[in-house]
């Protein structure tokens, strides 16, 4: 999991740049919306929506915006609109596996868009279920190290029902099941453990080395595809050491 965490924190703060423009909360709201619209507005009978939610509120959305978007998908459907869920797997330097996931109201754009991104980066994209079998669906919170020391931290982990807590750089990633992920985040932040971000993550079982040179590629590539309108998350199963991460983000 080494870069994992920092690799979110980054990628975190980029999105409180994002959000100036507007895009990180249509995206945030999108997701709310179709979380709503498929397992209604109630987040404690909707997990989806419960995560979705708890993302939104990891990237200072407005509690209104968040209940507009709640409301907008629970609606009757009139004024809303039809968002698909498409994935998409495929492949990046050295191998390394990648997966995109997108709502779209346009699956022959967002195709169209995505393999376009690939071609330009020299990636190839896959079959569906090609690397797929390389993750699992986790909830990750993650924690900033100078917070608390490890045996408070795991304890209030622990008591909040989280599966794992482990240190990784500057950083603590809490791991939850996928369907307690706004459980374990509220009971932290009702704990008074600061909350960095929280959300719904494809974990790698196995991840590929990376020198500076590959990480560029890569993360040239994931930056492409977040940066697509259509495109919600982008996970991949790189390992890229801490300094490397730093001096490559920067």
């Known amino acids: 999991m080494s870069g994992h965490s920092k690799w979110s924190t980054i990628k975190h703060k980029k999105g409180a740049e994002d ?5 990180l909360f249509t995206k945030l709201s999108r997701a709310i919306i179709v979380a709503a619209k498929e397992g209604g507005a109630d987040p404690a009978a909707n997990a989806s929506l419960a995560a979705a939610i708890a993302k939104a509120r990891s990237y200072s959305m407005p509690k209104d915006n968040i209940e ?3 409301q907008r998908g629970a609606g009757s459907g009139e004024g809303t609109d039809a968002y698909d869920a498409i994935t998409y797997e ?6 390394v596996a990648i997966i995109v996931e997108a709502l779209t109201d346009n699956r022959n754009r967002t195709a169209a868009d995505v393999r376009a991104i690939f071609s330009k ?4 994209l896959g079959t569906p279920g090609s690397v797929a079998w390389q993750f699992e669906r986790k909830g990750v919170v993650l924690v900033s190290s100078d917070q608390l020391d490890e045996d408070e931290m795991v304890l209030r982990a622990a008591d909040a029902g989280a599966e794992d807590a482990q240190l990784d750089g500057d950083v603590w990633q809490v791991t939850t099941d996928a369907g ?4 374990v985040r509220d009971a932290l932040e009702a704990s008074g453990v600061p909350i960095s ?4 993550t494809l974990v790698p079982k196995n991840t590929v080395a990376l020198d500076e040179d590959a990480a560029r590629k890569l993360l040239r590539l994931i930056d492409a595809l977040e940066d697509n309108d259509d495109v919600q ?3 991949a199963n790189f390992d890229i050491p801490d300094a490397v991460l730093e001096a490559v983000a920067g």
Do not use: I, M, Q, T
């Open 19 to 23: 959000k100036k423009r507007g895009k």
């Open 180 to 183: 307690d992920l706004a459980v």
């Open 121 to 124: 980066h020299n990636a190839s």
């Open 90 to 95: 495929g492949y990046g330097p050295e191998g």
């Open 68 to 70: 507009r978007a709640v």
């Open 197 to 200: 971000s929280a959300e719904l």
């Open 233 to 235: 998350d982008v996970y």
